[in-house]
């Protein structure tokens, strides 16, 4: 059996699809990965044995700056996007028994996967990201918010604004295949029947019509890298540290440094991790330490809260070793979503980005270190799943093979 695996994003994009790819390979699964070209994800393929089908240029570069590209440079992303992606994927495709596609990014896939009569399998990592009247749709950078109360209002609202990005490329391309218009992208794309790779604890589904949604848990790897000599040094010189890191993603001007000073108002000594922001040390105070990537598994359990953009790999990392949360989201993707959760979970704080201070930082924290915050972030941590990769991988080879 032959799979493909596609997405196009961040780290925590292309992770979970590594997870997976190390279980399919563990039941004698071929596996090869359509991802972005950068670096890092090349390495990391190479170090797994999965050939990387590289499409698209470097995301690192899209996030570099601390701004998103305006509505204008991110329509033409996307649309240069979708032309690389029917130019590379038949051939990605070739021999393949089964496509798993991660993300709405993924506008070609389904199409040629249906010219090429392959089995196409849609995947998301948060649950907001399909349509339900439970929740409202995800923040899209660069089109217009829809105006509306009503969580099926601004769904439909949000159909149209991906069938006026994509909708005309979409189908004159399924013209040259010898394939029929489609009338809503987006739900072409999800399919009425997607996976959903969270958690069941932290990220549930409420089951909506329409839609047979298969919830498999999140797709991770045990990581047993230690941490550094000069990490563990600083971390056994005193208290457990507050980390502060915001993974690839690049925050607000100012919120790294205010994050350091609320820490330090608290009494806490204070982690910063670079991440692809290249966040600095506000000064050489002996409470402050800065890192690179290191093992989250290992670090989480051994500092005293999270402070973080609300990305979806750090919010379960966290939340599986206990360890509360200060959710400072991006107004971009799932973030949001997961500062939800948090809160709703009483695992911590979610803050609004535009308006954080470090006065509200600070009572953020208030509440993220208080005993009854640590006491439910400890009891939901026992609860959560580890098998989410396994359950997926062989659910793909029982319907697939």
Not at 85 to 112: E, H, K, M, W
Not at 232 to 257: I, K, N, T
Request: glycine residues 10%; hydrophobic residues 45%.
């Amino acid at each position: 059996m032959r799979v493909l695996l596609s997405t196009y994003g961040t780290r925590g994009d292309v992770e979970p699809l590594v997870a997976l790819a190390v279980r399919l390979r563990a039941l004698g699964v071929a596996v090869r990965m359509s991802a972005p070209p950068d670096e890092e994800f090349a390495k990391r393929l190479e170090g797994i044995g999965v050939r990387l089908v590289p499409v698209g240029p470097p995301v690192r570069e899209v996030m570099r700056g601390k701004v998103l590209p305006s509505a204008t440079e991110l329509a033409r992303y996307r649309d240069e996007l979708v032309e690389t992606q029917f130019d590379t994927f038949p051939a990605a495709f070739d021999g393949c028994d089964v496509v798993v596609a991660a993300g709405l990014g993924q506008i070609a896939a389904r199409s040629v996967a249906e010219a090429a009569g392959v089995p196409y399998v849609y995947v998301s990592y948060a649950a907001v990201h399909l349509p339900s009247p439970y929740h409202a749709p995800p923040p899209r950078p660069g089109w217009p918010e829809p105006d509306a109360a009503d969580h099926r209002t601004r769904w439909a609202l949000d159909a149209r604004n991906v069938d006026a990005q994509f909708g005309e490329a979409l189908n004159r391309h399924r013209a040259a295949l010898g394939l029929p218009p489609v009338s809503n992208v987006r739900d072409h794309v999800i399919t009425d029947r997607p996976w959903l790779a969270a958690d069941p604890d932290l990220g549930a589904w409420r089951e909506t019509p329409g839609l047979d949604v298969v919830q498999t848990g999140a797709w991770t790897l045990a990581d047993e890298r230690p941490l550094p000599v000069d990490l563990e040094r600083f971390l056994d010189a005193g208290s457990p540290p507050v980390y502060v890191g915001f993974g690839s993603m690049s925050p607000a001007e100012g919120v790294g440094s205010m994050a350091v000073e609320a820490v330090r108002a608290q009494g806490h000594r204070v982690l910063v991790s670079r991440g692809w922001a290249d966040l600095e040390l506000v000064d050489d105070g002996k409470d402050c330490f800065a890192i690179g990537e290191v093992n989250h598994q290992n670090l989480f359990g051994r500092v005293a809260a999270v402070v973080h953009h609300g990305g979806a790999g750090t919010t379960l990392t966290a939340a599986r070793t206990g360890t509360p949360h200060v959710v400072i989201p991006l107004q971009l993707s799932d973030n949001p979503y997961w500062a939800g959760r948090v809160a709703a979970l009483g695992l911590g704080a979610a803050l609004d980005a535009p308006t954080t201070t470090v006065e509200s930082l600070g009572r953020a924290l208030e509440t993220a270190l208080s005993p009854a915050t640590r006491a439910r972030a400890r009891s939901l941590g026992g609860r959560l799943r580890t098998d989410g990769a396994e359950v997926a991988a062989r659910r793909l080879v029982d319907e697939c093979r």
